[in-house]
């Protein structure tokens, strides 16, 4: 590993480069590619905490010793796990744990083989599946913009209230105050296929929603992480 902390392709994907003033430094957060990073980590668990939503783990890989978090699930102190690509986080206050840390990684999953196994469903502890965006076939909704006319017109609609339907087929809970739900309709442009919309909002994977939010883009969280595009404070609608 070329440096344990430099990671994140773009989610809901992101390459992160840290300790950077330079905002062109900075790598652009991309919804469809978010969770691509195919660089591989082998860890052993020195330490786990249960943090509710998520599992806390203390890990050690390659004689450095990190953080990282990834959705609740149950692991082995001492034993040896893997994951793919991640994302950094610096300065991260867990609530649960009372807790803030300096550097933390979330990772989708962990697992106990080198090799990711292959998955024919969406789950929500697993990337995007790509073969069930390209058989998702959601209808309009009334007055609303489907992804692929969103991703087309970014430019002219950054800024507008926007409504937007689609199935759910990634979420992110409670990080930074907010749900970070991604979304897939059956359309794209230019191989973008899915939407991350931010909201206070409670679903679930495999839901179809409809969201009226704020388009933004290129919207900079800091140390490092932009967005491409966005659809913020989602407001879910009937």
């Known amino acids: 590993m070329k440096n344990t902390f430099k990671l994140f392709t773009v989610l809901f994907s992101v390459l992160v480069l840290f300790s950077c003033k330079d905002k062109k430094e900075y790598s652009t957060i991309n919804d469809a590619t978010a969770t691509d990073n195919n660089e591989l980590h082998k860890v052993v668990i020195i330490e786990s905490k249960d943090g509710g939503t998520y599992t806390y783990l203390n890990v050690e890989e390659d004689g450095n010793k990190y953080w990282m978090a990834i959705p609740n699930t149950e692991v082995k102190t001492g034993d040896t796990y893997y994951y793919d690509g991640g994302m950094l986080m610096e300065d991260f206050e867990s609530k649960q744990l009372e807790k803030t840390f300096d550097k933390i990684i979330f990772a989708d999953n962990i697992r106990t083989t080198e090799k990711a196994p292959v998955q024919k469903e969406v789950n929500?502890?697993?990337?995007?599946?790509?073969?069930?965006?390209v058989e998702v076939n959601i209808e309009k909704a009334e007055n609303g913009t489907s992804l692929e006319e969103l991703f087309t017109n970014k430019k002219s609609l950054s800024g507008e209230s926007i409504i937007v339907r689609g199935k759910v087929v990634k979420l992110n809970k409670e990080i930074l105050d907010?749900?970070?739900?991604?979304?897939?309709?059956?359309?794209?442009?230019?191989?973008?296929?899915?939407?991350?919309?931010?909201?206070?909002e409670m679903v679930k994977i495999g839901d179809t929603v409809t969201f009226k939010g704020t388009v933004v883009l290129e919207k900079d969280f800091g140390k490092g992480y932009i967005y491409d595009i966005l659809l913020e404070e989602g407001e879910l609608i009937n």
């Open 124 to 133: 929500p502890h697993t990337n995007i599946d790509t073969t069930a965006v």
């Open 178 to 200: 907010r749900n970070w739900v991604h979304i897939v309709d059956g359309t794209q442009f230019e191989k973008k296929k899915s939407l991350t919309v931010t909201t206070k």
